[in-house]
């Protein structure tokens, strides 16, 4: 199946400072990706969505200008923590999105990336 | 999206049957029905869709009621791997489509 990667898989940063997280799409190309965020015993939520070429689409209560995305190439999406706060401290996870063909039928998968558990002090 | 209702938690012995029921009594014609798992701080996994017709693949068996409004993913031989939390999500297909993830029920499996 489709692999993606994210680096850093875990990163710990003083308060105030930015953390930039990187989603690669190693073997297929992904116009569309998607960030998530996880708190400790909850599930995912939904950030935003990354278009290449183009401005993320963020969800309601979302900060664009704290959680910068820039999704510049088919294969790579960034998300930029601005001015990291200890609340940020979570579980990032981006997808990226392909379109499978099967017996006839085309479905979209997701293909999630293995996480970066962010940690701010 | 519609939303789905699964059971918080459920237990299943080694080798037995898994079976995880969720409700999406809401469902639109044109939305499938997912099945993604998570392992412990790690990403998910996609395991299983379908649309009305039930479906196997090498993971699990998906089935769908006639009506649409309830599904069960069916693991045949659970191991200790398959211990996870496994969320049932309805979504359209088009490559922007978001997958809004309930809590998901998490499934223990014991020796």
């Known amino acids: ?17 930015s953390v930039k997280i990187e989603c690669r799409s190693l073997d297929f190309q992904a116009t569309t990706m998607f960030w998530y965020r996880q708190f400790p015993k909850q599930s995912l939520m939904l950030m935003a969505t990354s278009n290449e070429g183009s401005k993320a689409t963020y969800e309601q209560g979302v900060e664009k200008d704290k959680f910068l995305i820039n999704h510049a190439s088919l294969t790579l999406s960034t998300l930029t923590v601005t001015s990291a706060h200890p609340e940020d401290s979570s579980f990032y996870i981006c997808s990226a999105s392909s379109n499978r063909l099967a017996g006839g039928q085309s479905w979209n998968e997701q293909f999630f990336g293995p996480g970066t558990r962010l940690t701010v002090l | 999206d519609a939303k789905t209702t699964q059971p918080t938690s459920m237990d299943c012995a080694e080798g037995r049957a898994a079976n995880l029921p969720c409700n999406h009594s809401t469902i639109s014609g044109n939305e499938y029905v997912y099945w993604y798992r998570q392992i412990h701080s790690q990403g998910p996994q996609y395991i299983i869709h379908g649309l009305k017709n039930n479906e196997t693949n090498e993971m699990a068996s998906l089935i769908i009621t006639e009506d649409r409004k309830s599904s069960t993913l069916i693991l045949p031989h659970a191991t200790l791997r398959d211990t996870a939390v496994y969320y049932c999500i ?16 998490r499934l223990q499996v014991t020796l």
């Not at chain 1, 199946?1 to 400072?17: F, L, N, W």
């Open chain 2, 90 to 105: 309805v979504s359209s297909t088009g490559t922007a489509s978001k997958l809004t993830f309930g809590t998901g029920t």
């Open chain 1, 1 to 17: 199946g489709a692999v993606v990667s994210q680096h850093p898989s875990r990163v710990i940063c003083k308060s105030g400072t």
